[in-house]
Nanobody, 128 residues
Framework: VQLQASGGGLVQPGGSLRLSCAAS????????IGWFRQAPGKEREGVAC????????FYAESVKGRFTISRDNAKNMLYLEMNSLKPEDTAVYYC??????????????????????WGQGTLVTVSS
């Protein structure tokens, strides 16, 4: 069971990045899957989540209108398109999957403790 995230890097404010996450070893199309992030000294927080079918997407208020989550179940891939990046978006981004928690609960404080599957993080730095 594995989630492998990639695509992080250094970008200037206002720039864009696309994160990818490859799922393997489990039926990802039966899981809700998404992204969390953790900035230095802060708790891990939900960023975006997509339903198992891909039909519904959910976002943290801080990224609505700037980030877009998508998935390709045929390829077992998850993506996060990040536009209009701000310095406060700087964090380690983690892809995650869960079969039990409803997607809307992914944005509750502390919910990361209950997420079933984690990928390794990829660092996104937004700085001039």
């Amino acid at each position: 069971v594995q989630l492998q995230a990639s695509g992080g890097g250094l970008v200037q404010p206002g720039g864009s990045l696309r994160l990818s996450c490859a799922a393997s070893g489990f039926r990802s199309d039966s899981y809700e899957i998404g992204w969390f992030r953790q900035a230095p000294g802060k708790e891990r927080e939900g960023v975006a989540c997509i339903s198992s079918s891909g039909g519904r997407t959910f976002y943290a208020e801080s990224v609505k209108g700037r980030f877009t989550i998508s998935r390709d179940n045929a390829k077992n891939m998850l993506y996060l398109e990040m536009n209009s990046l701000k310095p406060e978006d700087t964090a380690v981004y983690y892809c995650a999957a869960d079969q039990s928690l409803h997607a809307t609960s992914w944005f509750s404080k502390g919910v990361h403790r209950y997420i079933e599957i984690w990928g390794q993080g990829t660092l996104v730095t937004v700085s001039s």
